[in-house]
């Protein structure tokens, strides 16, 4: 609880969840803060992480300060502007640390701190094996300076993963000036380059490493050392799962990322896939375990959830929307005449515990099949509200070919049963942007602040 008020928390401030925090803010700035937890000191433009890795100069504006004025885009087309208006920004507030485990009605941090919610979405995405370690911006600026030391020496370049980043890896590798005559090789595990786009965007890949003179090994694996592998002693080979080796004095793992659902462990652990890892959610996004206390209030979205759409920037911003949404929708669904639901008016009666936080057991709020909320606020007579439900789109990606452009690719909707799949749309973005749009998440997300290093 900030200032008195209850919140909802957001848990991961990437492009899903401070989208959801942008959402948010305008529903609910008059009752409730909007509370985002995330690990690291800056937010992160991870579409410039595979260029940052070759390309010296601009890594430092990769890293964006959570300002002020980060959360300003939730102010557009506000219409209430009287004397007492309260800008939706203002009820956003970001908290520095690491989710522990998620309770029925608190977020405990590692530092100790709890947090309380009355809803909660998981937006955590993915990440590397291992303890979660905070990332400040000097550390995130020498480790791509470090890469691009090493990028700029090596004369045998290996990627490891034939998936968006690594692509964008090597074909800017190949046409960076310093870069461009090294040899690239990039090995994939699959039989076709960002395979989950089916055939057309693998041949307009392939064809594009063949004119960059990229090397392609497909449906083979490499081997890594348990220690990693020893840079920077001269050149030393790479041992491929299918047998042979590749000469390398650099190599990038691009792979490896599993998703970072540990927090939900400690509140629904039968709502996360014990194989995969991903979070199991209903079409209304809300974490679907097979636990008899069902937690209506808490959400999952973006990398981290099992929603069947493809793991991108743009699903997430999708699954961002219907979240907010079905949060308002049962906001006004619980909420009496005077703003507050039966048990949190004028934030006394009952007080906190029993009332917004606990509501939901006391209206013991069960979901349908058809997807309807069934609740019964404080054993008054029944509402129903229809939460929205969120439906895949098909998969689209816009990413980089090299320095010189990229190309946006998108599959169409199938137009009725047994119809055949239409061509995919391909356009092609010849325009460069050599800090891949850094400069625009400044200009949006910190405005007024001229010190790219702040």
Not at 171 to 199: A, Q, Y
Not at 275 to 297: A, C, H, M, R, W
Not at 355 to 384: D, F, I, L, P, W
Request: aromatic residues 6%; proline residues 7%; neutral net charge.
């Amino acid at each position: 609880m900030v200032n008195g008020r209850p919140n909802v928390v957001v848990i991961g401030g990437s492009y899903v969840g401070i989208k959801a925090v942008d959402l948010l803010a305008p529903i609910v700035h008059k009752t409730h803060d909007v509370v985002l937890v995330e690990k690291n000191t800056h937010f992160q433009h991870l579409f410039a992480f595979p260029r940052a890795s070759v390309v010296p100069g601009f890594e430092h504006k990769a890293y964006i300060p959570y300002t002020s004025s980060f959360f300003r885009e939730a102010d557009t087309g506000l219409l209430d502007l009287s004397d007492n208006a309260t800008l939706p920004s203002s009820a956003a507030k970001v908290v520095q640390g690491i989710a522990k485990g998620i309770h029925a009605k608190h977020v405990l941090l590692e530092s100790g701190e709890h947090i309380p919610y009355d809803y909660l979405i998981l937006a955590t995405g993915t990440g590397p094996r291992g303890p979660l370690t905070p990332i400040d911006k000097k550390t995130g600026i020498a480790t791509y300076r470090d890469f691009q030391k090493r990028a700029d020496k090596a004369q045998n370049i290996v990627v490891v993963g034939g998936g968006a980043y690594g692509i964008q890896l090597a074909t800017d590798t190949k046409t960076f000036g310093p870069t461009k005559d090294k040899h690239v090789t990039i090995v994939h595990s699959r039989d076709r380059l960002m395979n989950r786009f089916g055939p057309g965007l693998h041949k307009i890949v392939m064809d594009r490493c063949k004119e960059l003179g990229i090397d392609v090994v497909l449906n083979n694996r490499v081997v890594v050392p348990p220690g990693g592998f020893e840079e920077g002693q001269g050149p030393f080979d790479v041992q491929l799962s299918g047998g042979g080796n590749i000469k390398a004095d650099l190599v990038y793992l691009c792979i490896g990322a599993i998703p970072l659902s540990a927090p939900l462990e400690s509140l629904s652990p039968d709502a996360i896939d014990p194989l995969t890892k991903f979070v199991k959610v209903k079409p209304t996004l809300q974490i679907d375990g097979e636990s008899s206390i069902p937690y209506p209030n808490v959400f999952a979205i973006g990398d981290v959830a099992d929603t069947g759409a493809h793991k991108a920037a743009r699903p997430g911003v999708a699954q961002a929307q219907v979240v907010a949404t079905n949060i308002e929708r049962m906001m006004k669904g619980y909420l009496g005449v005077n703003g507050h639901s039966n048990g949190h008016v004028n934030g006394k009666a009952n007080g906190h515990a029993n009332g917004h936080a606990n509501g939901y057991m006391n209206r013991r709020v069960q979901e349908h099949e058809n997807g309807q909320v069934n609740g019964h606020v404080n054993g008054n007579h029944s509402k129903e509200l229809k939460l929205e439900e969120y439906i895949p789109d098909t998969p689209g990606i816009h990413m980089s070919l090299g320095m010189e452009g990229g190309v946006i690719f998108k599959h169409q909707k199938l137009p009725g049963p047994g119809a055949e799949e239409p061509a995919p749309i391909v356009k092609y973005d010849n325009e460069a942007n050599p800090e891949m749009g850094c400069g625009r998440m400044w200009k949006v997300r910190a405005q007024g602040v001229d010190d790219f290093h702040a």
